[in-house]
């Protein structure tokens, strides 16, 4: 049978025979799966986004320029140079743009923790 993932060893380690501890990822392991992701167009400055999870997942947000090239959003800081942030509490995530923030469309990922959360 044949075996397939990602797997990404430690420096000095080859991750074809590396386990355990000299494995950084582990596709095969129980890491962050994605609970819900999409791709919206900005209309609203802030766009709520329900998860359906009971507790503050991990999430990730990019934005597009007017050349169609994403940028991954500095989450917590609205004001930061891209001007993409995205809040998660234990119901939904909001994605927040400012107005100067170029380009027209929002990709976002929410994780849901299996490890931690069953």
Known sequence: MISYG???????KDARTA??????????????????????????VTTAIPHGLT????????????SQEYFKANIGDANAPVGLDMTIDNYEANLTHSGSAEGNQLYYIIFND???YG
Do not use: H
């Open 6 to 12: 990602l797997k990404i060893s430690k420096k000095g």
């Open 19 to 44: 386990t355990g501890r000299d494995l950084i990822y582990n596709s095969e392991e129980n890491y962050l799966f994605i609970q819900k992701e999409g791709l919206i167009l900005r209309s609203a």
């Open 55 to 66: 507790y503050f997942p991990t999430g990730m947000l990019w934005g597009d320029n007017t």
């Open 114 to 116: 299996p490890v931690s």
